[in-house]
């Protein structure tokens, strides 16, 4: 299995922006599908976006559509997410996940992931 950890995380305030990143070692992150997942207090995990191993698609939830943005730079073995215009529900430990399929799709699921990293925290202040 790949082994993922998530940086970037912090506190920030209502419409600024954070980018997070997510390194991978043990293996290539470039045969891997990545999603970004997150998990607010009390509340269950979430899928945020997703990303093919080769970069070509991405899928993202409907609350972050325009604020978000998901990369990859598999010559540095690293996944990215920009987000911008954040909000206070955006509060929440952001996970990166990998898969390896070399798919068309990436998949909103918790099952179709099997590595994951320890996650990052991320706090928007009002």
């Known amino acids: 299995q790949v082994q993922l950890v998530e940086s970037g995380g912090g506190l920030v305030q209502a419409g600024g922006s954070l980018r997070l990143s997510c390194a991978a070692s043990?293996?290539?992150?470039?045969?891997?599908?990545v999603g970004w997942f997150r998990q607010a207090p009390g509340k269950e995990r979430e899928f945020v976006a997703g990303i093919t191993w080769s970069g070509s698609s991405t899928s993202y939830a409907d609350s972050v559509k325009g604020r978000f943005t998901m990369s990859r730079d598999n010559a540095k073995n690293t996944v990215y997410l920009q987000m911008n215009s954040l909000k206070p529900e955006d509060t929440a430990v952001y996970y990166c996940?990998?898969?390896?399929?070399?798919?068309?799709?990436?998949?909103?699921?918790?099952?179709?992931?099997?590595?994951w990293g320890q996650g990052t925290q991320v706090t928007v202040s009002s």
């Open positions: 043990g293996r290539t992150l470039s045969s891997y599908a």
């Open positions: 996940a990998a898969a390896r399929i070399r798919g068309t799709v990436v998949r909103g699921t918790e099952g179709w992931y099997d590595s």
